[in-house]
Structures are given as structure tokens and as C-alpha cells.
């Protein structure tokens, strides 16, 4: 099966970089997708095709794919960047599987 | 606007099935495949089924063949997720996405709970 790896947590002060990483065999072929999910909401798109910032996406959120690796930063993290965030992409069968990275809890404090 | 709204969840005992809809509106439904994501009390998302836009192509995660099976109705807007043979470890809150070639807009979920 296809896994996607993320660190549990990653923890910065607020003004700081925080780097978010997702690997994968198949983001060698496959583009990596960001989403933000805050307490009590339902997930939202942050970052698609690998380093595409959807509209109302601050700029300072940004993405980078290499090899089996995608990252998410966030330059300038602020408190209100404080939230879980998955990365998903798509299996390399052909069948169009999903999968979600297990998450990364933000802190900004 | 887009919109996506859940329904149909609820509490089931082990065993038992439930069948949960998607309202969607604001979009063309018939053009878009639609994923279904659940995601357990304090746990991580989950992709679970994924249908194409005229409904001729699904695929599941392997933790629910044989026991989910997804649809649509694209003439009433409406995308399904019919669950069997429900586990306690299938407890969750479900949410639909639009996919158009990412999963972009979601709905706010719909909590399945299975449970004697």
C-alpha cells in the first residue's frame, strides 16, 4: 500500500519559519497536496500541485517538491497558522486511490 | 458558492449499515468525481472512496471493500456512501470533497458512530 510520512508535530514562535515535511515513494511521480484543518473545521486547501497557493492563501505559505519529499513553509508563521496540516496525493495503480499523510500538529507560541 | 452538505449519519450498532448523502450545490455535480474522507474522533484524515463524474468508475480503501460501496445521482445533485457490516473502528466523522483533480471544497462532515 502507499503511505505518505509526516512529523507529528513542528513547533515555532510566531514571526519564525516552520517547515513541514510529507514523503512518499510515489511523490517521485505524483504531486503533493496541503491542507489546514483547525479545531472543529473541516480541512481546507492550502497548497495544490506541489507549490500552488489557492486564492485567500497568505503568501507566506509556500511549497516545494523534491524526489520523494514535499514540503510545506510557512515564512513569517503566525498564531493564527496554528493548526493540523495533512499532506495527500494519489497512488501511482492508475485506480485513483487517495492517501493523507497522518498530520502535523503546528504550534505558534 | 460552492456547497457541500452531509447527511445521514448517526448511531448504529456493529453490524448494522447506514447510508450517507452529499448535498452539493453552486457547481456543475455531473462534471466533478467526489471523494468521500473520514476522519475517527482525535485521529487523522482517512481517504475512503473516490467516483467518477458519470458514476462508471469507484474505487475504495482497502479497510472498507466489500463493505462500502459509493454512488451518485447526478440528477438530484447528490453523491452516497452506503455502509454495511459497520465496526467499531469505523466510528468518524465523514466528509465529501470535490475533486477536480484535488480534493478542493469539502463539506462540514458527518459523524458515524457504531456502538452497542
Known amino acids: 500500500s502507499y503511505e505518505l510520512t509526516q512529523p507529528p508535530s513542528v513547533s515555532v514562535s510566531p514571526g519564525q519559519t516552520a517547515r513541514i515535511t510529507c514523503s512518499g515513494d510515489a511523490l517521485s511521480k505524483k504531486y503533493a497536496y496541503w491542507y489546514q484543518q483547525k479545531s472543529g473545521q473541516a480541512p481546507a486547501l492550502v497548497m495544490f500541485?506541489?507549490?500552488k497557493r489557492p486564492s485567500g492563501i497568505p503568501e507566506r505559505f509556500s511549497g516545494s517538491r523534491s524526489g520523494t519529499m514535499a514540503t510545506l513553509t510557512i515564512s513569517g508563521a503566525q498564531v493564527e497558522d496554528e493548526a493540523d496540516y495533512y499532506c495527500?496525493?494519489?497512488?501511482?495503480?492508475?485506480?485513483?486511490?487517495?492517501?493523507f499523510g497522518g498530520g502535523t500538529k503546528l504550534t505558534v507560541l | 458558492e460552492v456547497q457541500l452538505v452531509e447527511s445521514g449519519g448517526g448511531l448504529v450498532q456493529p453490524g448494522g449499515s447506514l447510508r450517507l448523502s452529499c448535498a452539493a450545490s453552486?457547481?456543475?455535480?455531473?462534471?466533478?468525481?467526489m471523494h468521500w474522507v473520514r476522519q475517527a474522533p482525535g485521529k487523522g484524515l482517512v481517504w475512503v472512496s473516490r467516483i467518477n463524474n458519470d458514476g462508471s468508475s469507484t474505487s475504495l480503501a482497502d479497510s472498507v471493500k466489500g463493505r462500502f460501496t459509493i454512488s451518485r445521482d447526478n440528477a438530484r445533485n447528490t453523491l452516497y456512501l452506503q455502509m454495511s457490516s459497520l465496526r467499531a473502528d469505523d466510528t468518524a466523522v465523514y466528509y465529501c470533497a470535490r475533486d477536480p483533480g484535488y480534493l478542493d471544497y469539502w463539506g462540514q462532515g458527518t459523524l458515524v458512530t457504531v456502538s452497542s
Open positions: 500541485e506541489d507549490r
Open positions: 453552486g457547481f456543475t455535480f455531473s462534471s466533478y468525481w
Open positions: 495527500y496525493s494519489t497512488d501511482i495503480s492508475g485506480d485513483h486511490r487517495g492517501v
